[in-house]
């Protein structure tokens, strides 16, 4: 399986980015905090989030993202 990691960098890029990570949520069903409800039926079992996602051994989604801005605000958002 290939994984994919992210790196966003200044104002711009992280902006780009927490839109980018909103997207990928919503598209593969996970939840802001990272679940994924298993009433969710996508149909066949798809698993492609794990290329984007790591799942924690909680069960928890957590993106393959950095975010890096000398500007804490940004990144706080």
């Not at 992280?14 to 593969?28: D, F, I, K, P, S």
């Not at 069960?59 to 990144?75: C, I, N, S």
Request: hydrophobic share 35%; charged share 20%.
């Amino acid at each position: 399986m290939r994984e994919v990691i992210s790196i966003h960098v200044g104002q711009a890029g992280v902006q780009m980015g927490n839109a980018c990570w909103e997207l990928y949520c919503l598209e593969h069903g996970i939840t802001p905090d990272g679940h994924m409800p298993s009433d969710t039926s996508f149909g066949v079992a798809d698993d492609s989030f794990n290329t984007f996602f790591h799942e924690t051994g909680t069960g928890k989604h957590v993106p393959r993202a950095l975010f890096v801005d000398l500007e804490p605000t940004v990144v706080d958002e």
